[in-house]
């Protein structure tokens, strides 16, 4: 299996608030879905103090970015965890892997985020055989193809 980096951008609302949400979405990852290895999902999320738009200042974002990387690298290295999906907007940034393996996916985590001060970073991890939430994410890009297809008819 070999992991594509295309990915596809969409904005969504948050559920609170009407605040503008930017979704990074993987895109060619079906070989990873149907061999059912991934399982679980992770979820990391990072809140942070918003500007008057919902998004990080360029310090905080930066960082994000660097953190991202690194995550990214780390979990994909010896494919333990794929990062599927980044959300950033209305305080906070969530970045959505699928994992092999819960308990091995928090030791990589905190490993390869030993060299960084303490971060404000929450993880949340569920049971996901069906990437529920990936395709869910993937309805997203959907919805961006079917209005710009609504707007250019206009």
Excluded: H
């Amino acid at each position: 299996m070999k992991l594509s980096d295309e990915w596809f951008t969409a904005i969504a609302e948050s559920e609170v608030g009407n605040a503008t949400i930017f979704v990074s979405g993987r895109c060619d990852i079906d070989e990873f879905i149907k061999s059912g290895k991934f399982r679980e999902r992770a979820e990391v999320t990072w809140k942070y103090d918003a500007d008057a738009k919902g998004m990080p200042g360029e310090d905080v974002a930066q960082l994000m970015e660097e953190v991202m990387a690194v995550l990214k690298r780390a979990m994909e290295k010896n494919k333990l965890a794929i990062l599927t999906g980044v959300y950033t907007g209305a305080g906070e940034r969530n970045m959505v892997f699928y994992t092999r393996n819960i308990p091995a996916f928090g030791t990589t985590l905190n490993e390869a985020l030993a060299p960084f001060d303490l971060l404000p970073l929450t993880i949340y991890t569920e049971k996901d055989p069906d990437w529920s939430e990936y395709a869910e994410m993937c309805q997203l890009r959907s919805d961006d193809v079917d209005d710009m297809v609504d707007d250019e008819e206009l």
